[in-house]
C-alpha cells in the first residue's frame, strides 16, 4: 500500500491510494463521472474527471481528470493526472504506474503561467492567421 502526501497541497496525507486528500478534493463537493472508451478490442481508455463546482453558472473550481496515456520516454501505458485549482492558482501533472500507482513524473507550477502559456500560443496564431480577436 502506498501512502504519500498530497500532490497538490503536499501537507496533507493523500486518501489511501489516492493522490489528493479531502481538503483538496472534499468528497462532498466532487462531481466525479468516468468514461471508459473502447478504442480496440480488449483495450479502453478510462477516462475520470472530478470537478468541485460551487457555482454550477461557473467554470469548476477545482478540477481533478485522470486518463490512461501513452508515455514516449518510458514506453508504456500510464495514468496521467491533472490537477487544477483556481482558488491557489495551482497545476498538477502527475504520471503513474498504472499497476502500482508509483509515481513516475510530476510537476507543480501556477496555473496563472500555463494560462500564461495559453495565451502565448494563442496570440501566436492571431499573428500567424491574421484573424480577428474573438471575445472571451
Ligand atoms: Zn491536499
Known amino acids: 500500500m502506498i501512502q504519500r502526501s498530497c500532490v497538490a497541497c503536499e501537507r496533507e496525507p493523500a486518501a489511501s491510494g489516492l493522490l489528493?486528500?479531502?481538503?483538496?478534493?472534499?468528497?462532498?463537493?466532487?462531481?466525479?463521472?468516468?468514461?471508459?472508451?473502447?478504442?480496440?478490442?480488449?483495450?479502453?481508455?478510462t477516462d475520470v474527471r472530478a470537478k468541485v463546482r460551487p457555482d454550477p453558472t461557473r467554470r469548476p473550481v477545482r478540477e481533478a481528470k485522470s486518463v490512461e496515456a501513452w508515455n514516449h520516454d518510458r514506453q508504456r501505458l500510464e495514468l496521467k493526472?491533472?490537477?487544477?485549482?483556481?482558488?491557489?492558482?495551482?497545476?498538477?501533472?502527475?504520471?503513474?504506474d498504472p499497476e502500482t500507482g508509483e509515481i513516475a513524473w510530476a510537476k507543480r507550477e501556477?496555473?496563472?503561467d500555463q494560462d500564461h502559456h495559453g495565451e502565448?500560443?494563442?496570440?501566436?496564431?492571431?499573428?500567424?492567421?491574421?484573424?480577428?480577436?474573438?471575445?472571451?
Open 20 to 45: 489528493f486528500c479531502a481538503l483538496c478534493t472534499p468528497p462532498s463537493q466532487l462531481q466525479q463521472s468516468v468514461t471508459i472508451r473502447m478504442t480496440k478490442p480488449n483495450q479502453g481508455i
Open 81 to 96: 493526472t491533472i490537477y487544477t485549482d483556481r482558488d491557489r492558482d495551482l497545476f498538477v501533472e502527475v504520471w503513474q
Open 110 to 112: 501556477k496555473l496563472s
Open 120 to 136: 502565448r500560443t494563442k496570440a501566436a496564431q492571431r499573428n500567424q492567421t491574421g484573424g480577428s480577436d474573438s471575445a472571451g
